[in-house]
């Protein structure tokens, strides 16, 4: 009796910190419901949903499901530790189904309690309205190069329908629009599609919106989706330099590497306990980059970005994070 009475005023914090019902699992989603507005038949449509773990025990997401197939969910990282992101991934088939549709996807949560989630999702996909492909599709480009993907537009059921105008939220997309047909109940795009060369690195996960003069459905989304690869990579991208005393040094590398010839043009560090050796002059595609760390009187963790300047295209750059612990020595002389 005892040993139950213990555990239950253990357990009534953790309890306490989650609330009662379902409250504590709807919190780590800020986003519940998505519309994806009109769609074209066959286009490569999702929505991640983005769930954050805000609690410090573990998350553990079990399995998801949906309400119609007009939808297909997945989970992106089923266990999320302490601030840990994960998602549920809405997929749309459009490919077979059409109209306005809506669906439920329910998460179920099963550690470190049991909990339901509820995300909504609607759309209108339009059968008379189609992609080929389904999305602007980039695939891999490398940082600072442009990047091009075609998509044909075609429409079937209305002779006078345009695409009036193309917005995008994103500055480094262009497109270029040319009228392929149009008669007989049909028309027909061709949509060129140029990546520019300030794209970030990282994936690319976004949405053309195509503006028509159906006042019924003014807007169809078209995804754009690839993945810009850095044109430089520096490692380790996280140095390990150990532990030291005061004064004393220690040496490293750093690997710096490129698809193209490439010089070393500056190192941006702003604490003087690193040295750097003279900058290489000639052009190559691999550079071995000495440097020297010197441990100041101070104990502690010392944490510090080292930036690589290089001639690549637009002065394209690489990033290392060295960091050092410096012990005091307290023993007695």
């Not at 449509?45 to 939808?71: K, L, M, Q």
């Not at 040319?178 to 028309?187: I, M, S």
């Not at 794209?199 to 503006?211: E, K, N, R, T």
């Not at 604490?271 to 052009?283: I, M």
Request: net charge negative; with cysteine.
């Amino acid at each position: 009796m005892i040993r139950k009475l213990w555990l239950a005023v253990c357990l009534l914090p953790l309890i306490a910190s989650f609330g009662m019902g379902q409250d504590w699992a709807n919190k780590m989603f800020k986003v519940r419901s998505h519309d994806f507005g009109a769609v074209a038949k066959g286009a490569k449509v999702y929505y991640d949903f983005e769930v954050e773990n805000i609690y410090e025990e573990t998350v553990h997401i079990a399995s998801v499901r949906s309400s119609c197939g007009c939808t297909s969910p997945s989970i992106k990282n089923d266990t999320l530790k302490t601030w840990e992101k994960g998602a549920i991934v809405a997929k749309l088939n459009t490919d077979s189904f059409l109209g306005h549709k809506s669906a439920t996807v329910t998460v179920t949560i099963d550690k470190p309690f049991y909990a339901e989630v509820q995300l909504n999702v609607s759309s209108n996909i339009r059968g008379d309205v189609v992609f080929e492909p389904g999305a602007v599709q980039f695939g891999t480009v490398e940082q600072g190069e442009p990047g091009e993907a075609k998509v044909h537009v075609s429409q079937a059921g209305r002779s006078d329908w345009q695409i009036t105008d193309v917005r995008s939220n994103d500055d480094y997309l262009a497109v270029e629009m040319n009228e392929t047909n149009r008669g007989g109940g049909r028309v027909g795009y061709d949509l060129k599609v140029r990546l520019k060369e300030n794209a970030p690195v990282g994936f690319i996960s976004s949405q053309l919106a195509l503006i028509t003069n159906d006042g019924r459905s003014p807007s169809v989304s078209l995804p754009v989706e690839g993945k810009v690869e850095s044109a430089l990579s520096v490692s380790p991208g996280a140095l390990s330099l150990g532990d030291l005393k005061p004064g004393e040094t220690t040496e490293a590398k750093l690997i710096v590497r490129a698809k193209k010839p490439f010089r070393i043009t500056g190192i941006e560090c702003d604490n003087a306990s690193f040295k750097f050796g003279d900058l290489p002059e000639e052009a190559k595609k691999l550079h071995f980059l000495p440097l020297t760390f010197t441990a100041g009187e101070k104990g502690g963790t010392v944490v510090q970005k080292i930036k690589i300047e290089t001639d690549l295209a637009g002065g394209i750059s690489g990033e290392s994070v060295a960091t050092a612990i410096v012990t005091e020595d307290n023993s007695e002389t």
